[in-house]
Structures are given as structure tokens and as C-alpha cells.
């Protein structure tokens, strides 16, 4: 494994990048239409459960159909890396929406109506109050949905574009099994890092969830 | 002056929530809505700051009916405090108390200093400051709740049910402090609470209403307890309503005799009483300053049947027995 690496260090360390950006991008571009779609579920309540249904079902189609399916729609090209962004980030829509629904419906009703109260206008209270109270639950499905984009970058190796994932295919080509090792391993080490990252970085914008459950 | 003028609230397959409800909240006092659940009190209170809309009729405020004003810049001058506090989990309760002055355009900088010096005001230390509401007790929270509606210092204050979610040893205290503040700020204050003693305690003008939204009587807490208007108010106010009517009379109209009348009296060298010659622990004194709910009080559980009144000097003045008051109570009301 190590001689692999080092006659492979460039082409895995371009593969790592690539991995990087085609999980990512699309776990941002998600999380920001995500917020906007998830609170229209809160905001028109008749919407939540068509919402909520159509992410179930946006979420169930299998990523290779999904990969195969987009240069039709989009008319991109089949290798083209776009396809992976687009797929990637409407699942993370998916998952994210409802979350972003069910973390501002976890907001206390008596906060809310206070914040109103207080004379908070609609806009200033979903930006000061209810997100920053709803982002524990919104934080939690955002480590789902970029460990998840994660592992589905992989799959797209099989149309050609697929970051870790052509160590996959290429060791299989090749019946090889160092760069699938180092796949294997290479992308664990990424899921883990990537959820770390959010999970230190949601402790330092909600020092206030470490006292939640302990007096009053 | 916040005035209902002829206010429905009808909900859509609800039935009437508050019926025909004129009344009008004096300046710088505290009105309490008071009545069993879903008589409307709440409806009524929520309306003063447009939470809730009337079906027909007007919530005025100093003459303008608040139907006319922008919401938001309404709510911003009218303190709001709830059951439970609804304090903001995410914020400290610093910044929880800074909430309106910012929202106001206060620099950050400016509503922080001033938070602190109201958060002093409720009763709480700069230690608290820095804490997040999840590390306080109930009564603290409603006490960063009080200084939160407080902190834009706004001419009127709304509070639903303040303090009805705390134990009563808090509540005593927190009542206290309710009047000690309002003492000194002189709000218009309105309150909601089921409690008709806390209603009695707090307030200077008790509405009571009945279910269906209807308002069965308004006026001073006297008033309520000397002559209700009818059964239910009567009821209401409780059995005891008599007894506890003594609380609005000082003891400064009941004459005394003198100390030589109750020989069993033992005073010390300086003339303050020093207990009872038959046992009992201490004597129960009382000052003209004191309630006759309270020199009653005395009478009953003193050893001897009397209480004894002292000078500011804490010199026994005189003795009262139960007859003395009963005979008191007489021509109080020959006299009325």
C-alpha cells in the first residue's frame, strides 16, 4: 500500500480533491435552498406534508439512475462532473428541507410567541430566533446529509466521475487491491473529518445546547 | 389609560371568546383580569398588543385605537411577560434583557449596560449575567422575564400569568418584588391570572370575569370583597371574603386599652413586651401601620386572647382583645 501510494501519491491526492469538492458543493448549495423550502413547510402548514413526501420519494431514487437520468435532463455531458453536483445536491435538498421543516417546528411555541411579542417582524424572527433555536436539529441533519454525499460521490465512478471511487473501479479493472484499501480507507477518514468539523463547529455557534436538560 | 370599548371575539366554530367587554386600565396602576379558564381574560390581554385581533369593537391606548399602529413598533412599547418566562434558550440573559432596546436600534454595547443595571433591579446579581436560561431556576427566569419586558422601559406592561409557574414560597417572593418595582416605576399594568389572591394582592383595579367572555365585575379589591356584585363573584372571591376584607383596614381606628388591663402581660426594663406570665413564647405586637387582618390574627393565636400595640420605640401602647375588635367591627359598620 505504501509503494502504491507513493508511484499514485498525485493522482490519489487528485482523486481525494475531487472527492472533497464533488461532496461539499453540493452539501452547501443544499443546505442554502434547503432553508428557504423548509420554512415555506412551516410557514404554509397545509405545504409540510407534500413537502416531506416529495423529499422521501426525491431521496429514494437510486443514485445511478439519478447520474444516468441528468445529462438527458440537463443535457450535459455523461462525464461531465456537473451531474454529480446536481444529483448530490437535490438529495441533500431532500434530507435537508424537511429538517430545516422539523427543526423550526421544534421551537418552543411560548419563544416564538414571545419573540412576537417582543415585536420581532417575521423575517428578523426566523434570522434571531427561530433558526439559531432550531439549528441543533438543522446541524444534526446537515452530518447526515454530508456523510451520506460522502459515500454516494464513490458511485459516480461508474459513469467515470467519482472522486475516491476510481480507485474502485480501477482496482477491480485491474484485479488490484491496494488502491481499493486506500479508497476504502481515504474515504471513511473523509466522512469522519467532515462530521467532526460540523460537530466542532455546532458546539461553537450553540455554546447554549451544552446547559439544555441540566437545571430549571 | 388602555381602554376596551365594546370588544367581541368570536371564533370561527369556537363560540364567543370575550362578549361585548368594555373596561377601562388606569394609568400607572395594575388592573388584573381575573376568572375561571376560558372566560376570556386571556383574549382580552392579548388583544391590548394586537396578539390577538378583536372580531368587532376597539382596544384604545391613550385615546388611539391600536388597530391604526404598526405591530411590531406597537409591541416594542408595551413589556411583555409570560408564564414559563418564554425566555430565548440561545441567548444569555444579557442579551435576553437587551432584546427590545436592540430591536429599538441600541448599539449592543448600550443595551448590554443597561441590562445589567436592570437585571440588579429584579433581584438578580451580575453573576447571571453570563448564564444561559437553561442554568436558572423558575423564579429566576421569570425575574430576567420582568427585566426583559422592562428593559425598553415602556409605559405599559402586559403579563400573562407571571407568576403562576413558580412554587409559592418563589411566588411570595416574587410578588413582593412585583410591588416593590411598581411602587417605584408606576406602570400601567395589565395582568391575567386565575388566582383571585394573587389578583387581590397585586392588583389595584380587579375585573373578574365569568365564562363566555363576560366581565362580571370590576373594581378595587375592596369593592370585590365588601360587596360583590352577585353570586358568582361572591363565590369567587371566596368564604372567607370577609375575613380577608380586614387586610384593607389599618389598625390605626382600633382603640386600645391600656397595658394595666392585662396583668398576665410581661414587659422588660425598657416597656417592651417580653411574652406572656401563662407561657406562649413572645407577645404578638402589632403597630397602627398593621393590618386588623393581622392584629385578628394575633388575637386568635395569643395565649392570652389579646394583642399588644407598640410604639415605634417597640413600647407596648395598649391591649386588644377579640371583643375589642368585634365591637370595633360593629361600629365600623354602624358608621358606614
Same mark, same amino acid.
Given at each position: 500500500?505504501?509503494?502504491?501510494?507513493?508511484n499514485n501519491g498525485d493522482a490519489v491526492l487528485a482523486?481525494?480533491?475531487?472527492?472533497?469538492?464533488?461532496?461539499?458543493?453540493?452539501?452547501?448549495?443544499?443546505?442554502?435552498?434547503?432553508?428557504?423550502?423548509?420554512?415555506?413547510?412551516?410557514?404554509?402548514?397545509?405545504?409540510?406534508?407534500?413537502?416531506?413526501?416529495?423529499?422521501?420519494?426525491?431521496?429514494?431514487?437510486?443514485?445511478?439512475?439519478?447520474?444516468?437520468?441528468?445529462?438527458?435532463?440537463?443535457?450535459?455531458?455523461?462525464?461531465?462532473?456537473?451531474?454529480?453536483?446536481?444529483?448530490?445536491?437535490?438529495?441533500?435538498?431532500?434530507?435537508?428541507?424537511?429538517?430545516?421543516?422539523?427543526?423550526?417546528?421544534?421551537?418552543?411555541?411560548?419563544?416564538?410567541?414571545?419573540?412576537?411579542?417582543?415585536?420581532?417582524?417575521?423575517?428578523?424572527?426566523?434570522?434571531?430566533?427561530?433558526?439559531?433555536?432550531?439549528?441543533?436539529?438543522?446541524?444534526?441533519?446537515?452530518?447526515?446529509?454530508?456523510?451520506?454525499?460522502?459515500?454516494?460521490?464513490?458511485?459516480?465512478?461508474?459513469?467515470?466521475?467519482?472522486?475516491?471511487?476510481?480507485?474502485?473501479?480501477?482496482?477491480?479493472?485491474?484485479?488490484?487491491?491496494?488502491?481499493?484499501?486506500?479508497?476504502?480507507?481515504?474515504?471513511?477518514?473523509?466522512?469522519?473529518?467532515?462530521?467532526?468539523?460540523?460537530?466542532?463547529?455546532?458546539?461553537?455557534?450553540?455554546?447554549?445546547?451544552?446547559?439544555?436538560?441540566?437545571?430549571? | 389609560?388602555?381602554?376596551?370599548?365594546?370588544?367581541?371575539?368570536? $371564533?370561527?366554530?369556537?363560540?364567543?371568546?370575550?362578549?361585548?367587554?368594555?373596561?377601562?386600565?388606569?394609568?400607572?396602576?395594575t388592573t388584573v383580569l381575573v376568572g375561571p379558564s +376560558?372566560?376570556?381574560?386571556?383574549?382580552?390581554?392579548?388583544?391590548?398588543?394586537?396578539?390577538?385581533?378583536?372580531?368587532?369593537?376597539?382596544?384604545? *391606548?391613550?385615546?388611539?385605537?391600536?388597530?391604526?399602529?404598526?405591530?411590531?413598533?406597537?409591541?416594542?412599547?408595551?413589556? $411583555?411577560?409570560?408564564?414559563?418566562?418564554?425566555?430565548?434558550?440561545?441567548?444569555?440573559?444579557?442579551?435576553?434583557?437587551?432584546?427590545?432596546?436592540?430591536?429599538?436600534?441600541?448599539?449592543?454595547?448600550?443595551?448590554?449596560?443597561?441590562?445589567?443595571?436592570?437585571?440588579?433591579?429584579?433581584?438578580?446579581?451580575?453573576?447571571?449575567?453570563?448564564? $444561559?436560561?437553561?442554568?436558572?431556576?423558575?423564579?429566576?427566569?421569570?425575574?430576567?422575564?420582568?427585566?426583559?419586558?422592562?428593559?425598553?422601559?415602556?409605559?405599559?406592561?402586559?403579563?400573562?400569568?407571571?407568576?403562576?409557574?413558580? =412554587?409559592?414560597?418563589?411566588?411570595?417572593?416574587?410578588?413582593?418584588?412585583?410591588?416593590?418595582?411598581?411602587?417605584?416605576?408606576?406602570?400601567?399594568?395589565?395582568?391575567?391570572?386565575?388566582?383571585i389572591d394573587e389578583a387581590i394582592k397585586l392588583g389595584?383595579?380587579?375585573?373578574?370575569?365569568?365564562? +363566555?367572555?363576560?366581565?362580571?365585575?370590576?373594581?378595587?379589591?375592596?369593592?370585590?370583597?365588601?360587596?360583590?356584585?352577585?353570586?358568582?363573584?361572591?363565590?369567587?372571591?371566596?368564604?372567607?371574603? +370577609?375575613?380577608?376584607?380586614?387586610?384593607?383596614?389599618?389598625?390605626?381606628?382600633?382603640?386600645?386599652?391600656?397595658?394595666?388591663?392585662?396583668?398576665?402581660?410581661?414587659?422588660?426594663?425598657? +416597656?417592651?413586651?417580653?411574652?406572656?406570665?401563662?407561657?406562649?413564647?413572645?407577645?404578638?405586637?402589632?403597630?397602627?401601620?398593621?393590618?386588623?387582618?393581622?392584629?385578628?390574627?394575633?388575637? *386568635?393565636?395569643?395565649?392570652?386572647?389579646?394583642?399588644?400595640?407598640?410604639?415605634? =420605640?417597640?413600647?407596648?401602647?395598649?391591649?386588644?382583645?377579640?371583643?375589642? *375588635?368585634?365591637?370595633?367591627?360593629?361600629?365600623?359598620?354602624?358608621?358606614?
Amino acid at each position: 500500500m505504501i509503494t502504491y501510494l507513493s508511484n499514485n501519491g498525485d493522482a490519489v491526492l487528485a482523486a481525494l480533491r475531487q472527492h472533497i469538492a464533488l461532496a461539499l458543493i453540493p452539501v452547501l448549495i443544499g443546505f442554502v435552498l434547503a432553508l428557504p423550502i423548509g420554512y415555506l413547510g412551516v410557514r404554509f402548514p397545509w405545504l409540510y406534508h407534500p413537502l416531506v413526501n416529495t423529499c422521501g420519494m426525491l431521496y429514494s431514487i437510486p443514485s445511478l439512475a439519478l447520474f444516468v437520468f441528468l445529462p438527458v435532463l440537463l443535457g450535459t455531458k455523461i462525464l461531465s462532473p456537473l451531474n454529480i453536483v446536481v444529483a448530490l445536491t437535490i438529495y441533500t435538498v431532500a434530507l435537508l428541507a424537511r429538517t430545516v421543516a422539523d427543526g423550526l417546528k421544534s421551537v418552543d411555541p411560548l419563544v416564538v410567541q414571545s419573540a412576537t411579542a417582543m415585536g420581532y417582524r417575521r423575517l428578523r424572527r426566523l434570522t434571531d430566533v427561530e433558526l439559531p433555536v432550531a439549528l441543533p436539529v438543522i446541524l444534526a441533519g446537515l452530518r447526515v446529509a454530508t456523510v451520506a454525499n460522502i459515500s454516494l460521490v464513490s458511485v459516480g465512478a461508474l459513469i467515470g466521475v467519482g472522486g475516491l471511487g476510481q480507485l474502485f473501479t480501477r482496482g477491480f479493472q485491474l484485479f488490484y487491491v491496494e488502491p481499493i484499501l486506500v479508497g476504502i480507507i481515504l474515504s471513511v477518514l473523509l466522512a469522519a473529518a467532515a462530521d467532526l468539523v460540523i460537530v466542532l463547529l455546532g458546539r461553537l455557534v450553540t455554546p447554549w445546547t451544552r446547559f439544555q436538560g441540566a437545571a430549571s | 389609560m388602555i381602554t376596551f370599548d365594546d370588544v367581541v371575539k368570536v $371564533y370561527p366554530g369556537g363560540g364567543t371568546a370575550v362578549d361585548h367587554l368594555s373596561l377601562e386600565l388606569p394609568t400607572g396602576r395594575t388592573t388584573v383580569l381575573v376568572g375561571p379558564s +376560558g372566560c376570556g381574560k386571556t383574549t382580552s390581554l392579548r388583544m391590548i398588543n394586537r396578539m390577538i385581533s378583536p372580531t368587532s369593537g376597539r382596544v384604545l *391606548i391613550d385615546g388611539q385605537d391600536v388597530a391604526g399602529e404598526d405591530e411590531a413598533l406597537l409591541r416594542r412599547r408595551i413589556g $411583555y411577560v409570560i408564564q414559563h418566562a418564554g425566555l430565548f434558550p440561545h441567548r444569555t440573559v444579557l442579551d435576553n434583557v437587551a432584546t427590545v432596546p436592540m430591536l429599538l436600534g441600541r448599539t449592543r454595547r448600550q443595551a448590554r449596560t443597561d441590562a445589567l443595571g436592570l437585571l440588579e433591579r429584579v433581584g438578580l446579581s451580575a453573576d447571571f449575567a453570563k448564564r $444561559y436560561p437553561a442554568q436558572l431556576s423558575g423564579g429566576q427566569q421569570q425575574r430576567v422575564g420582568v427585566a426583559r419586558a422592562l428593559a425598553a422601559d415602556p409605559p405599559i406592561m402586559v403579563m400573562d400569568e407571571p407568576f403562576s409557574a413558580v =412554587d409559592p414560597i418563589v411566588r411570595e417572593g416574587l410578588h413582593r418584588e412585583f410591588l416593590r418595582l411598581q411602587q417605584d416605576l408606576g406602570k400601567t399594568i395589565a395582568m391575567v391570572t386565575h388566582d383571585i389572591d394573587e389578583a387581590i394582592k397585586l392588583g389595584d383595579v380587579v375585573a373578574i370575569f365569568r365564562q +363566555g367572555g363576560v366581565l362580571a365585575q370590576v373594581g378595587t379589591p375592596r369593592e370585590l370583597l365588601e360587596q360583590p356584585a352577585d353570586e358568582f363573584v361572591a363565590e369567587f372571591v371566596g368564604r372567607d371574603r +370577609g375575613l380577608r376584607s380586614l387586610s384593607f383596614d389599618t389598625a390605626a381606628g382600633l382603640p386600645v386599652r391600656p397595658v394595666s388591663e392585662a396583668p398576665d402581660l410581661l414587659l422588660d426594663d425598657a +416597656g417592651r413586651p417580653a411574652g406572656w406570665r401563662t407561657g406562649g413564647g413572645a407577645a404578638g405586637t402589632f403597630t397602627s401601620a398593621d393590618s386588623l387582618r393581622l392584629v385578628t390574627d394575633l388575637t *386568635i393565636t395569643s395565649p392570652a386572647g389579646m394583642a399588644v400595640r407598640v410604639g415605634p =420605640d417597640g413600647k407596648a401602647e395598649g391591649v386588644v382583645s377579640h371583643h375589642d *375588635i368585634a365591637d370595633h367591627l360593629v361600629r365600623r359598620r354602624e358608621t358606614k
